[in-house]
């Protein structure tokens, strides 16, 4: 049984001048994998944590909202989407979400790193029991490399990584893999891609929705907020391979979700004007 009394805090820096501090109870697990130290601590605030390279990757409290809020408001407004493309997402949260939408046919989950998935299993089966569904695939592979070798084409392809920035991520900011990206989506398809907190990184977002902005003519950004990352506020982008997409309808299980709703839709896009400086959108 875990020890109330021990001093035990994790501290998440953004860029090394601000962050978020959580007192733990106890740490569950701790490995490192052949890509990343995989931790999972209990925490007073949020639960169960999951970090990966020492960077709270998700938790109990929010990983819905984060999940929904990178899903609903691009699947809310494809009725017709039937393949998914989610790169990264070993955790299931996102393609969970994916599949509350029964025209959605195959989910074509890549993650590098297996044991990402096999922790999730075992801390987090809320969000990944859903990698056993049948219209799942799960390819363990660099999603980079995947982009290349794959092919098909989808109707939505989510990157599931808290921001296009980071180290694993680098690579999306060379050409080729933006046009990889855009060569599998097909007519009318939606990427999805995170741009990071604009208040701690407001350079590397704009950076990315540059480098989007020389592929996708019609690109709408919009804010989530998640309390366990640093900033508390995170820049989507929503880029459209087409014609911009109707408005969402209500399904009957939308009064099942934590956060997203077709009323909060417009809202998420208008953004304040503050972020669209940081943003480079005004």
């Known amino acids: 049984m875990a020890n109330e009394n021990l001093n035990l805090w994790l501290e998440d820096l953004y860029g090394d001048t601000a962050g978020l501090k959580l007192k733990l109870r106890d740490c ?15 925490s007073h605030a949020f639960g169960k944590v999951l970090t990966l390279g020492g960077a709270i990757a998700l938790t109990d409290f929010d990983e819905a909202l984060y999940s929904e809020c990178l899903v ?45 998935v096999d922790v999730c299993r075992k801390f987090f089966p809320t969000a990944a029991s859903c990698l ?46 933006a046009d990889s990206v855009f060569r599998r989506l097909k007519d009318g398809g939606i990427l999805v891609a995170p741009l990071g ?42 880029c459209v391979h087409g014609e911009v997409p109707a408005e969402p309808s209500t399904q009957p299980w939308h009064k099942d979700l934590r956060c997203w709703h077709p009323g909060f839709q417009s809202g998420m896009f208008a953004l304040p004007r503050n972020v669209q400086a940081q943003l480079g959108l005004r």
């Not at 569950?28 to 209990?42: E, M």
């Not at 969970?96 to 993650?111: A, D, H, M, N």
Request: charged share 25%; hydrophobic share 40%.
């Open 28 to 42: 569950l697990h701790s490995a490192t994998s052949p890509f990343q130290r995989i931790s999972v601590y209990d």
């Open 72 to 116: 609903h408001p691009s699947l809310s407004v494809m009725p017709n989407a039937e393949r998914v493309l989610i790169l990264g997402g070993g955790d299931g949260g996102v393609a969970r979400e994916v599949l509350r939408y029964s025209g959605v046919k195959k989910v074509t989950v890549v993650e590098i790193d297996r044991e990402v």
């Open 132 to 177: 056993n569904d049948a219209r799942v695939e799960l390819v363990i592979d660099d999603a980079h490399r995947y982009l290349r070798d794959c092919p098909h084409q989808f109707d939505v392809i989510i990157v599931d990584a808290c921001e296009l920035t980071n180290t694993a991520s680098d690579v999306f900011h060379a050409t080729s893999f």
């Open 197 to 238: 907190c604009p208040t701690f990184a407001a350079d590397d977002c704009r950076a990315t929705l540059r480098k989007l902005g020389e592929r996708f003519a019609k690109i709408g950004t919009y804010l989530m907020t998640i309390p366990s990352f640093p900033g508390g506020q995170w820049a989507v982008a929503r």
